[in-house]
């Protein structure tokens, strides 16, 4: 079996080496398009996959074709490569925003799968949340599957809205945290700790945290007064995040990636007729 990526950025190029690294595809059952040449020569020569800057080229190699390309450009790849697409293959996803009723459209094809992976994906330990139209046979899900799990975890749901919103949540997820990553080492530089220890400090203490949630099955809420002791320095900490409105902010936030995400679909459903 081969599989083929149309557009090998950031995302695209994190699947690639978790499939390997899983042993699901051989680097020569793998092709990867571009659009400069410089680029697919690049990574031709560091995971030793076949690259072409020809999107067509990529289409006929694939009995899976993925479309990694940003949401912008859907539009203009799809004209370029439907006439190439064959019946018995299976479309992958992952672009944000473009539905399984857009996909189907442009590109004159039923069998598709969309995918809202999230760059942790990178080093395996993605989250990734995907549906798959009802000509996706039961061994195509299995395999589909199968390359989603070499990237961290996956979650599959009947409704394609929960693609949507799982690009607000876990798709941009990684950047909520970052940021949180970020502030908190700046706070700890700020008291005077050197921004590698403020690092280490604040990066244990997260991933302590949340593999304690998770292996305790406790609420947060329950978790958060284990460590809110009477009359002590937690207690004032929580009073100022709640008072400059932290889980307002991010809900919001969350809800504003959301909307974007409806926005882009929208936008996406319009063009093309
Ligand atoms: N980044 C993320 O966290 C996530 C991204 N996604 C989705 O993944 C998709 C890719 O995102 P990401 O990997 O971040 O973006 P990148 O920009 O890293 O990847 C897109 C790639 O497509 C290439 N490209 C541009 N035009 C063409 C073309 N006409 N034909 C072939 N290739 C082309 C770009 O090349 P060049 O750089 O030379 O322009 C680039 O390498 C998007 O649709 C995004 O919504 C989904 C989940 C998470
Ligand atoms: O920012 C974006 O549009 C993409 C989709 C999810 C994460 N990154």
Request: no cysteine.
């Given at each position: 079996m081969k599989i083929s990526f149309i557009g090998t950025g950031t995302m695209a190029t994190a699947m690639i080496k978790s499939i390997i690294d899983a042993g699901i595809f051989a680097p020569s059952d793998i092709m990867g398009s571009f659009h400069r040449e410089k680029k697919a020569l690049e990574v031709r020569d560091t995971l030793h996959i076949n690259t072409t800057i020809s999107n067509s080229e990529a289409v006929k190699f694939g009995d899976i074709v993925v479309l990694s390309v940003k949401p912008q450009i859907f539009e203009s790849v799809a004209n370029e490569i439907k006439d190439y697409i064959r019946d018995s293959q299976l479309i992958i996803s992952i672009m944000a925003g473009i539905d399984v009723e857009t996909l189907q459209r442009n590109l004159l094809h039923k069998k598709v799968v969309r995918c809202m992976p999230n760059t942790p994906a990178q080093i395996r330990q993605g989250m990734t949340v995907w549906t798959a139209t009802k000509e996706v046979e039961d061994t195509e899900k299995n395999i589909v599957k199968q390359i989603l799990s070499s990237m961290g975890s996956e979650m599959y749901v009947e409704d394609e809205v929960y693609v949507d919103m799982a690009t607000a949540?876990?798709?941009?997820g990684p950047a909520y945290v970052f940021l949180f990553l970020e502030s908190l080492v700046n706070a700890g530089v700020h008291l005077g700790f050197s921004r590698r220890d403020a690092m280490e400090l604040v990066y244990k203490t997260t991933l302590g945290s949340v593999l304690f949630a998770m292996q305790s099955g406790k609420h947060t809420a329950e978790l958060r007064d284990m460590v809110?002791?009477?009359?002590?320095?937690t207690a004032d900490a929580l009073y100022e995040l709640e008072k400059g409105g932290f889980r307002t902010v991010l809900e919001k936030a969350v809800y504003s990636a959301y909307k974007r995400t409806l926005y882009l679909k929208e936008l996406n459903k319009k063009k093309g007729g």
């Open positions: 949540l876990s798709g941009t809110t002791s009477p009359g002590g320095t």
